[in-house]
């Protein structure tokens, strides 16, 4: 391909910054120009203006949506590379029937599990407010929270729900759990207890979500779950965001009945400036950075750059959509 007629490629929601740092782009020099947006648009009229000129666009999971119908506004697009293979924000099938190619890579799933538990245990021991206070000159200002003893309720127990109920053990605390395919044996391999939902909810002194955004799941915790749950009970969403009402959250949060809400995931990202989960006193918030890791990044970017090479050369891999 000619310098003449270099390819663009759009890499966008790189809030960090680090899609050049951790993917070697080199490999594409002089036939691909690259471009990194680092700040997110909720525009749709000024999103497709952005992407328009731009033959390849790069996904960061689901940060940013790309329907059938900004699709169809993007006449010059060829390729879509998004990190992982399943993106609910992206119409693979739509855009494999316009000819554009779409690829995915593979994923780390380490990170989840782990940031469940340091929401958990910042939750468990006040860690904002202890460390604040040590910072300000204090000294102690709470009391803490045993987890040895307690009960955990994971809704959803596949590959990062189980990783949680294993660490779970590993402190004491007995282990429900509930999907809707999951089996006795299956939850007793990890050390749970299959119950049925409402058990489970009305039992536990923590409950994590760990399930796919659906129809089915949408708003599967809401005002009557919430209703379900022990006064005090901490509420985590490493998920996404959707899985949860929102504002029923909020009503709790508020009265206090619920103790808190361990949340790292949200209905809109970036979040608001004014969202209440920024200043509510009883929420552990962090910016959806589950899977935001050095491995997970080097992963992501090095398979895109191999995507954009594979597909440059005739040969595209790990094909996603209709196509797959």
């Keep these: 391909m000619s310098a003449a007629r270099r390819l663009r490629a759009a890499v966008l929601d790189d ?32 999103l497709a203006a952005r992407l328009a000129p731009f ?18 506004a993007l006449p010059n697009l060829k390729l879509i590379s998004s990190t992982a293979m ?37 939750w468990a021991r006040g860690f904002a407010r202890e460390t604040a206070a040590v910072r300000a000159g204090g000294w102690q200002t709470g009391v803490g929270v045993d987890l040895h003893g307690k009960t955990l309720g994971i809704l959803g127990l596949g590959y990062i729900g189980e990783r949680v109920a294993r660490v779970a053990r590993a402190f004491g605390m007995r282990v429900l759990a509930h999907s ?3 089996t006795a044996e299956r939850a007793a391999q990890a050390g749970a207890e299959l119950v049925p939902k409402d058990r489970l909810l009305a039992e536990s002194d923590v409950v ?4 796919k955004l659906s129809e089915r799941t949408r708003h599967m915790v809401g005002a009557r779950e919430l209703a379900l749950m022990r006064p005090g009970t901490f509420l985590i969403n490493t998920s996404r965001g959707p899985l949860v009402d929102e504002a029923a959250v909020i009503d ?29 006193p009883n929420v552990v918030a962090t910016p959806h950075i589950g899977y935001v890791t050095e491995r997970a990044y080097r992963l992501f970017f090095t398979q895109t750059v191999e995507n954009i090479r594979a597909w440059l050369d005739g040969r595209p891999l790990r094909l996603m959509g209709a196509a797959a």
């Design 55 to 72: 033959d390849i666009v790069c996904l960061m999971r689901e940060r940013t949506a790309l329907d059938a119908a900004l699709l169809d």
């Design 15 to 46: 809030y960090q910054g680090a899609a050049l740092r951790y993917g070697p782009w080199d490999r594409l020099a002089g036939e691909v120009e690259v471009t990194c947006f680092a700040d997110h648009l909720h525009d749709r009229a000024a």
């Design 208 to 211: 994590t979500i760990h399930l």
């Design 252 to 280: 709790a949060l508020a009265s206090g009945r619920l103790g808190g809400y361990g949340v790292d995931a949200y209905d809109v990202e970036p979040l608001p400036a004014g969202h209440p989960f920024r200043t509510l």
């Design 180 to 182: 809707q395919n999951l």
């Design 86 to 122: 399943w993106n609910a924000a992206l119409d693979a099938r739509h855009a494999v029937a316009r000819g554009i190619c779409v690829c995915g890579t593979d994923a780390v799933g380490n990170g989840t599990p782990e940031l469940t538990w340091l929401l958990l245990l910042a």
